[in-house]
């Protein structure tokens, strides 16, 4: 469509201001008409290479985020170490009702900041006070996004 209207324009410049004007007109066109195909295709390149970064998942942010504040030394996603493991925890707090999950998050939130033990057998975990509490919720959205966990039999929520 450019290049057919581009050659139209460029018969009716010659035909009214001359070959040399018409060349002009028509080499700057072509010039726009190029620069913005490249800019275009650049976009267009640039967003495809950058479309998986948008793509990565909160989750990975978030585990660097647990690893971070040291939640990996006692934690792992698919195994217990000291503590319970990340998809068992989600497999026992997870909820598909909205205001259980939320009280869950909430109750989890405090637990990790100010420690206890009972919950998960007799290894209390520690408190938490220097993770600050936005910080502990992306983790806790993280541990409760987690898949194929099983509660485990230790498991004993406080009433």
């Not at 080499?27 to 190029?34: G, K, P, Q, T």
């Not at 938490?128 to 039999?153: F, M, R, S, Y």
Request: net charge positive.
């Amino acid at each position: 469509m450019t290049i057919i209207y581009s050659a139209q324009t460029t018969i009716l410049s010659i035909k009214r201001y001359g070959m040399r004007a018409a060349t002009n007109y028509s080499a700057r066109l072509l010039e726009e008409n190029i620069k913005d195909f490249y800019v275009k295709k650049i976009a267009l390149f640039l967003a495809a290479g950058l479309m998986p970064l948008a793509f990565l998942s909160v989750a990975h942010a978030d585990a660097a985020l647990a690893a971070a504040k040291g939640c990996t030394a006692c934690h792992q996603v698919d195994k217990k170490i000291l503590g319970p493991a990340y998809n068992a925890v989600a497999a026992c707090y997870g909820s598909a009702d909205a205001a259980k999950l939320a009280a869950n998050k909430a109750s989890l939130v405090k637990h990790v900041k100010e420690g206890g033990a009972g919950v998960w057998g007799p290894i209390p975990m520690p408190a938490h006070p220097a993770v600050a509490n936005e910080d502990i919720g992306k983790i806790v959205d993280w541990v409760l996004a987690q898949k194929d966990g099983t509660c485990p039999k230790e498991f004993k929520p406080k009433a």
